[in-house]
């Protein structure tokens, strides 16, 4: 067998794509396709909000939502080497804002600035993630030229589990389990190339999956108590899980659809809108001794399924909604 002919990658200077951080960059990285790139390199999907937003007291190039759970991601783009200035609005952000994530984008990142967005991540809780990220453009012969992000700093997960034990912080038995279970649940659903993506493992009765849609998203749930009797029993469950201010709003415009949706999915779900409390949810379950690691494949494959085939219907109902998140 012949080898066949092979090109050569060749860098290209950002310049030639983009003239302008704030009128050529910025619009360019928040067209869907684009932060659909910028999404898969962080493992975060994104939703846009809105270009040059204001925040509070602060302002963002870009301005999203972390679908898997609300939170804002804010976006600064620099299309030269790193600097303090955008060093000192990323600090400001994060000091500001009680749950956020921060991507500072630049065509290169100092040594001293990369080791400056490690300290930060060391020092900051679970709830500050701090993404840096350099561009580049490469092509091949006179082929288009292709986008290419580079991480060169992100939340260091380990580290801040071993801050949490130094500082005393009592992790229980069953929580421990809890993180072990999304653990291998997570290495379970990236070895089956599954298109429904997890969350950071943490340790609690629930993971989340992005779906496309601030304020809705998939669970994964694993609970003590049967939810069907109410009465003590292991259990695992799949639910699509709204809440937020629109949250009445979407179950109500879901409500009329139910015949449609549970047959599209195969299974009947369980409606549930309590009038005390905002969020809603819709849920499958299933009996399940996940306090048993033995048995743990069989429920990870269960769950896969049940998310993927709700994935697949809910999708495209939710992001059509008319019922649009309140900023």
Not at 28 to 39: D, F, T
Not at 174 to 197: G, I, N, P
Request: hydrophobic share 40%; with cysteine; net charge negative.
């Amino acid at each position: 067998m012949s080898t066949p002919n092979l090109g050569r990658l060749q860098k290209v200077d950002l310049r030639l794509a983009w003239m302008s951080e704030s009128s050529d960059f910025t619009p360019w990285l928040a067209k869907e396709e684009n932060l659909k790139l910028l999404a898969e390199t962080i493992g975060i999907e994104l939703e846009l909000e809105s270009q040059e937003k204001d925040v509070g007291p602060f302002r963002a190039d870009i301005l999203c939502k972390d679908t898997a759970t609300d939170n804002w991601v804010l976006i600064e783009n620099q299309l030269e080497k790193t600097d303090h200035t955008h060093l000192g609005q990323l600090i400001t952000y994060a000091a500001g804002l009680n749950a956020v994530t921060i991507v500072w984008i630049a065509e290169r990142f100092t040594e001293e600035h990369r080791a400056a967005m490690d300290w930060l991540n060391e020092r900051t809780d679970e709830k500050i993630n701090l993404f840096g990220l350099e561009i580049e453009l490469w092509r091949i012969g006179e082929s288009p030229i292709a986008p290419k992000f580079n991480v060169i700093s992100q939340p260091n997960d380990w580290s801040r589990t071993v801050q949490k034990a130094a500082a005393g912080v009592e992790v229980s038995e069953h929580k421990q389990l809890q993180l072990r279970f999304w653990t291998a649940f997570r290495e379970y659903m990236e070895a089956k190339k599954s298109f429904v993506k997890c969350q950071k493992p943490l340790p609690q009765h629930w993971t989340s999956h992005a779906i496309g849609r601030a304020g809705i998203h998939l669970n994964s749930i694993v609970s003590i108590w049967n939810s069907e009797t109410g009465v003590k029993g292991p259990e695992i469950r799949a639910e699509l899980y709204m809440d937020g201010p629109n949250a009445k709003q979407e179950f109500a415009a879901l409500l009329p659809q139910k015949e449609t949706i549970e047959k599209a999915l195969g299974f009947t779900l369980k409606w549930h809108s309590p009038e005390d409390k905002a969020m809603c949810r819709l849920s499958t379950r299933q009996n399940a001794d996940f306090l048993n690691e033995l048995l743990w494949p069989d429920q990870f494959e269960w769950l896969r399924q049940r998310l993927e085939t709700m994935h697949k219907v809910f999708a495209p109902i939710v992001k059509s909604l008319n019922t649009a998140p309140t900023l």
